[in-house]
C-alpha cells in the first residue's frame, strides 16, 4: 500500500511537471507564431508602401526634369526665335517682338532701352516731296533746307543707333550662344542623370524585387517551420491528454489508497495495542528462548554421541553397493543383458549367465548382503541422503573416508564427482554444500569453522597435487590446502582439479579415469562460547577402475597405467586382508595409495564407507564377482577404535 501512494505521488508529480513544462512551451511557441505573421504582414506592407513611394517619388522627378528639359528647349528655341525675328523685324522697321522675347526669357537685355523703337522713319519720297515743293520760295528752300539738315541729322544718329544696337545684338548673340552650349552640357548631364536614375531604378526594383522573393522564402520556411511547430503542439496536446487521463486514474488509485491508509492506519493502532502486549509476551518467551537454546545445544551434544554410537555400532568400513543401469551401448551393440538383481535393499544376487554355468558347477547365483545397495534407478540425491550422517560425523570432529571401488566404467566417477545438472552432481559436491549449511547454522550456538581443501592423484605411484598440477615429494609438504570460505570458493577448485586429472579412453570407458584421485577437506571448528573446538577431516577418493587386461586390449601406455592401477589396487585388497585378518603388520607401504589412506583404513578415529560400483552387464560377469567378494570382505572388517 505504502508502494501504491508512492506510485502515485511519484506520477503525480511527473505529469505536473510535464504540464508545467509543456504549457509554457506551447505559449511560447504561439507568442512566435503570432509575431512571425504581424513580421511578414509588416514586411509586406512596407515593402508595398516603399515601392509606391519610391515610384512616385521616381516619376516626379522624372516629370519635373521633363518639363524642365521641355522649358529649356522651349527657351532655346525661344532665345533663337527673336534673334531671325530681329533682322526680319528690323528689315521691316519693327522692334516690339524681340523686346518681349527677352522680357520673357528674363535674359540680360543687350539691346539701347533709351532707343525709341515708335519713332516714324523719314522715306526719301517723304524727303522729296517736303523738299521740293513746286512753287516754294528760297526762303522757303532755306527752311526746306534747315529741315533737311535736321532730318539728316536725325537720320544720322537713328543710324548710329543703329549700329550700336547691331552691336550690342552681336555680343547677345554671343552670350547667347554660350549659354546654349552650356544649356546643351547641362542637358546633357540631366540626360545622364536621367539614365544614371533609370539604372538605379532598374537595379533598385531588382533588388526589392530579390527581397521581396527572400520574404517569400522566409515566408514559406517560416511557414514549415511553423507546421512542424504546430504538429509537435499537437503532438505534445495528444501527449497531455494522455497524462490527464492517467492523472484522473491516478487521482482515483489515490483515493482507494487513502482509503486503504484509513484502514492501515486503524490496523495500526489495534497492532500497537497488540504490540504492546507481544512485548510483554517477548520479555518472558526470550526466558524461555534461553533456557530453549541451552537445551538444544545439549541435544546437539547428545545427537554428536548418538550419531557416533550409531556409526560404531554399524561397523568402521561400511559397504554400500551401487548397481548403475546398463548403458546404451552395452544394450544396442552388445546385446548385453543385466544379470543383477537387487532382491531387498541389503540383499543383491547375481546371475551366472549360460555360457559361464560350467565353469561354475552348474551355480546359478552369488548372493552378497551389504549394508546398503541401490539399484540401477537410486538417484544422486537417494545416494547422498544415505550418507549424509557421515558428513554430520565430520562435522562433529570425525575424520571421514569414502572411496569408490569397482571395475573400470561401473560407476565410480559418476557416484563421487557426478555430472554438471543439478540431479546428476555426485557426494563431493552435495557434501561441500552441506558442510557450508551447517556451518551457518551452528553459528548461533558460537561456531565458526575454517575450512582447506586440496586435490591430488597418485597416478602410476607418483603423487601429485591437481590444483598447482606439480609433483608431491615424500614429505608432502608440496601439498597445497587452499582456504575457502563459501562453496562459491570451492566450485573452481573442483573444476580445475577434474580438468588435471589424468583420464583416457579405453575399450571399457571413454572417459577413464587412469589415476586414483583423492580430496580432501580439513576442518577446524571453534566454540566462541564455551572455547570448545573439534576438527576433522574427509576424504573422497574415486580409484582407478581395475580392469582385465585381456578384456580392454590395452597396449603401451595404457597398459603400462593399467598394470600399475592393477598392483596398487591388489595392494588396497591385501591391506583389506590384513585387517580383516587382524594381522600385526598391515602392508600400507606396498603402495602410494594404500601409505596416503592408512591413517583411515587403519581406524585411528575414522568412520570409513566404501561405495561398491557394479556394472549390470553380463559381459563384466567375473570382474562384478571379483568386486562383490571384495566387498564382502571389507564389509567384515573390524577397526580399532578411537
Ligand atoms: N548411476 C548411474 N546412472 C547413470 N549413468 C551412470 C551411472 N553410473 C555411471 N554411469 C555412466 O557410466 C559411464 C561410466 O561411469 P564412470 O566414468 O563413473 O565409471 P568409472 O567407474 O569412474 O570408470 P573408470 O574406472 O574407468 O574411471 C559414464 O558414462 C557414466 O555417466
Ligand atoms: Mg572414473
Redesign the pocket.
Known amino acids: 500500500m505504502f508502494n501504491h501512494q508512492t506510485l502515485f505521488e511519484t506520477t503525480q508529480f511527473y505529469v505536473q511537471r510535464q504540464n508545467l513544462a509543456v504549457n509554457p512551451r506551447i505559449a511560447a511557441l504561439r507568442e512566435r507564431h503570432d509575431m512571425m505573421n504581424s513580421i511578414i504582414n509588416e514586411l509586406n506592407q512596407s515593402s508595398k508602401n516603399d515601392l509606391k513611394r519610391h515610384l512616385l517619388l521616381t516619376s516626379d522627378k522624372i516629370t519635373n526634369i521633363f518639363t524642365q528639359i521641355q522649358a529649356d528647349k522651349e527657351n532655346v528655341n525661344s532665345i533663337n526665335l527673336p534673334l531671325q525675328a530681329d533682322t526680319k523685324d528690323n528689315k521691316n522697321g519693327s522692334n516690339f517682338k524681340r523686346k518681349s522675347d527677352e522680357q520673357s526669357l528674363g535674359l540680360p537685355s543687350t539691346v539701347n532701352q533709351n532707343f525709341n523703337f515708335q519713332q516714324p522713319l523719314i522715306s526719301s519720297n517723304n524727303l522729296r516731296q517736303a523738299v521740293f515743293k513746286p512753287g516754294a520760295d528760297m526762303q522757303d528752300l532755306v527752311d526746306q533746307n534747315m529741315i533737311l539738315e535736321q532730318l539728316c541729322q536725325n537720320q544720322e544718329h537713328f543710324l548710329k543707333e543703329l549700329y550700336e544696337e547691331a552691336e550690342n545684338i552681336a555680343n547677345s548673340n554671343l552670350i547667347w550662344k554660350k549659354e546654349i552650349i552650356q544649356m546643351n552640357n547641362h542637358i546633357a548631364n540631366i540626360d545622364k542623370t536621367i539614365s544614371n536614375l533609370e539604372c538605379n531604378f532598374v537595379s533598385e526594383v531588382k533588388a526589392v524585387k530579390n527581397q521581396v522573393m527572400n520574404l517569400h522564402i522566409t515566408s514559406d520556411q517560416l511557414q514549415e517551420e511553423m507546421d512542424i511547430e504546430f504538429e509537435n503542439n499537437q503532438n505534445l496536446m495528444e501527449q497531455n491528454q494522455k497524462y490527464s487521463q492517467e492523472l484522473s486514474q491516478l487521482l482515483e488509485i489515490k483515493k482507494q489508497l487513502e482509503k486503504e491508509i484509513e484502514e492501515t492506519e486503524m490496523h495500526q493502532k489495534s497492532l500497537k495495542e497488540q504490540n504492546n502486549q507481544f512485548s510483554d509476551f517477548l520479555a518472558t518467551s526470550e526466558i524461555k528462548q534461553q533456557e530453549l537454546f541451552q537445551r538444544i545445544e545439549l541435544t546437539v551434544a547428545e545427537k554428536k554421541d548418538l550419531n557416533d554410537e550409531l556409526q560404531s555400532i554399524k561397523g568402521n568400513i561400511r559397504v554400500y553397493c551401487?548397481i548403475?543401469?546398463l548403458?546404451p551401448s552395452e544394450i544396442n551393440v552388445e546385446k548385453c543383458t543385466n544379470i543383477i538383481q537387487v532382491t531387498s535393499s541389503n540383499n543383491v544376487a547375481l546371475q551366472v549367465p549360460q555360457q559361464h554355468l560350467k565353469s561354475e558347477n552348474n551355480q546359478k547365483d552369488y548372493r552378497f548382503s551389504f549394508e546398503q545397495i541401490f539399484d540401477?534407478n537410486s538417484s544422486q540425491q537417494t545416494v547422498f541422503a544415505e550418507m549424509s550422517q557421515l558428513i554430520q560425523s565430520l562435522i562433529d570432529g570425525f575424520n571421514v573416508c569414502i572411496f569408490a571401488y569397482?571395475q573400470?566404467?561401473?560407476?565410480?566417477?559418476?557416484?563421487i564427482e557426478g555430472?554438471q545438472s543439478e540431479e546428476s552432481k555426485g557426494l563431493m559436491q552435495r557434501s561441500m554444500e552441506m558442510i557450508f549449511q551447517q556451518i551457518k547454522y551452528l553459528q548461533q550456538f558460537g561456531w565458526t569453522y575454517k575450512l582447506f581443501v586440496s586435490f591430488q592423484e597418485v597416478y602410476m605411484e607418483q603423487h601429485r597435487d591437481l590444483i598447482t598440477n606439480f609433483k608431491v615429494s615424500e614429505k608432502q609438504d608440496q601439498l597445497v590446502f587452499v582456504e575457502i570460505n563459501s562453496i562459491e570458493e570451492f566450485y573452481p577448485l573442483m573444476k580445475r582439479a577434474r580438468e588435471n586429472r589424468k583420464t583416457g579412453s579405453?575399450m571399457?570407458?571413454d572417459?577413464?579415469?587412469r589415476s586414483h584421485s583423492i580430496f580432501q577437506l580439513k576442518l577446524y571448528g571453534s566454540n566462541t562460547k564455551d572455547g570448545k573446538t573439534c576438527n576433522g577431516t574427509l576424504n573422497l577418493v574415486?580409484l582407478?577402475?581395475s580392469e582385465r587386461v585381456t578384456q580392454s586390449k590395452a597396449e603401451g601406455l595404457l597398459l603400462e597405467e593399467t598394470k600399475f592401477i592393477n598392483r596398487s589396487l591388489t595392494s588396497l585388497g591385501d591391506v583389506i586382508n590384513s585387517l580383516a585378518q587382524k594381522d600385526k603388520h598391515t602392508p600400507f607401504r606396498n603402495s602410494k595409495l594404500t601409505y596416503l589412506l592408512q591413517p583411515y583404513l587403519s581406524g585411528e578415529g575414522s568412520k570409513t564407507l566404501m561405495f561398491l560400483?557394479l556394472s549390470p552387464s553380463s559381459s563384466s560377469y567375473h570382474q562384478t564377482l571379483c568386486s562383490l567378494r571384495f566387498g564382502d570382505k571389507v564389509s567384515n572388517i573390524k577397526l580399532k577404535k578411537k
Request: proline share 4%; net charge positive; with cysteine.
Open positions: 551401487r548403475r543401469p548403458l540401477e569397482g573400470t566404467g561401473s560407476g565410480k566417477t559418476y557416484t555430472g579405453t571399457c570407458n572417459h577413464s579415469s574415486d582407478a577402475g560400483n
